[in-house]
């Protein structure tokens, strides 16, 4: 049974520092895909950045480069998300998902649609 559990959100000052793991259990990282996606309230869910686990590939979107980085551990199943110089704007629910890549025919995955979702982490940047 494929799960995953977001951790790691909270409320953090304007210009702090979070990482979210994204534990994944019932499957193992190497074939598969990672996004990390955002819903903000009032706002459309937004792409953050992916990692394409079967070589190591990251992309982000071109809104989310420079202060996000996706990184994996795959001997601990988890993906990460650091987010650096954090802002109010930043404040939303953040989800990890998760693909079987070889049931996607292109390489991005950003474009990919996500089978498995977790329940989502809160981040809250206020002062």
């Known amino acids: 049974q494929v799960q995953l559990v977001e951790s790691g959100g909270g409320l953090v000052q304007p210009g702090g520092s979070l990482t979210l793991s994204c534990a994944a259990s019932?499957?193992?990282?190497?074939?598969?895909?990672i996004a990390w996606i955002r819903r903000a309230p009032g706002k459309e869910r937004e792409v953050v950045s992916c990692?394409?686990?079967?070589?190591?590939?990251?992309y982000y979107a071109d809104s989310m480069k420079g202060r996000f980085t996706i990184s994996r551990d795959i001997a601990k199943n988890t993906v990460y998300l650091q987010i650096n110089s954090l802002k109010p704007e930043d404040t939303a629910v953040y989800y990890c998902?998760?693909?079987?890549?070889?049931?996607?025919?292109?390489?991005?995955?950003?474009?990919?649609?996500?089978?498995?979702w977790g329940q989502g982490t809160q981040v809250t940047v206020s002062s």
């Open positions: 998902g998760a693909v079987d890549e070889r049931l996607r025919s292109q390489r991005l995955c950003l474009k990919y649609e996500y089978d498995y």
């Open positions: 019932g499957f193992t990282l190497d074939t598969y895909a």
């Open positions: 990692i394409n686990n079967s070589d190591g590939s990251t």
